[in-house]
């Protein structure tokens, strides 16, 4: 029997032994047993029969999802008929605002593909397919420094590709995601990528090498030395 969030959506089996739902971002430890309705990793010969959940590959869909390089919902999905009879849009941020008031079940978010095809979109030149690979190497290197860090909860996907694009100057992609509205919440993440940023530092300098001396101090060590005489 499988298991839904409360948001509709079902669930998701990460492999670090908890669930995780697509749709609003909850998560919770999921238990170790192996029965019908929980089949986990407890054994090398007991293989998850969920499909099992990658930070990594999540991140990636969504930032290829901002840059409209998705292919995006099938065209029998209820969202692309609750858009054909929304229209006119005349923003970005109506189209947004017209699938937070419906009732789909899957509302997609997809913004920069809806605004492709509802708006009178003008198109841009900016090597995308550069920028996502970078995007990736930075939250593979960030999601490295998260897990040795022993954090318990992790950043939200929205805020994270934020700033990365905020600092990599793609203001224009800003219009296409949804942002993190909580100053509280913003506040938090922005003091969790510290303190991960300084530990991270700190683990860093117990492992630099000592600074080689220069040669000239090993031969003036030498040429101190006596020559004992026979």
């Known amino acids: 029997m499988h298991e839904f969030c409360k948001c509709g959506v079902r669930f998701c089996e990460t492999n670090y032994h908890t669930i995780l739902c697509y749709g609003c971002g909850c998560e919770k430890f999921h238990g170790y047993t192996n029965t019908a309705e929980n089949q986990l990793y407890n054994s090398h010969f007991s293989p998850s029969c969920y499909p099992t959940y990658s930070r990594a590959a999540r991140f990636r869909v969504l930032v290829r999802r901002l840059f409209a390089l998705d292919v995006g919902p099938k065209i029998t999905d209820p969202v692309w008929h609750y858009l054909e009879e929304s229209v006119?849009?005349?923003?970005?941020?109506?189209?947004?605002?017209?699938?937070?008031?419906?009732?789909?079940?899957?509302?997609?978010?997809?913004?920069?593909?809806f605004s492709k095809v509802f708006l009178d979109y003008n198109p841009h030149t900016i090597d995308v397919q550069n920028f996502l690979e970078q995007f990736c190497a930075k939250f593979n290197g960030l999601l490295h420094k998260w897990t040795k860090s022993g954090a318990t909860s992790f950043f939200s996907y929205n805020w994270l590709i934020e700033q990365y694009l905020r600092e990599h100057k793609l203001f224009c992609f800003l219009k296409y995601i949804k942002h993190l509205q909580c100053?509280?919440?913003?506040?938090?993440?922005?003091?969790?990528?510290?303190?991960i940023d300084s530990a991270h530092e700190n683990v860093k300098c117990l492992y630099v090498p000592r600074r080689m001396l220069p040669t000239s101090h090993f031969l003036n060590a030498i040429s101190d030395v006596k020559t004992p005489h026979n």
């Open 88 to 113: 006119p849009f005349k923003t970005t941020n109506d189209i947004y605002l017209a699938l937070k008031a419906s009732s789909l079940v899957n509302k997609h978010y997809q913004l920069h593909l």
């Open 183 to 195: 100053p509280r919440r913003r506040q938090k993440y922005d003091s969790k990528m510290d303190l």
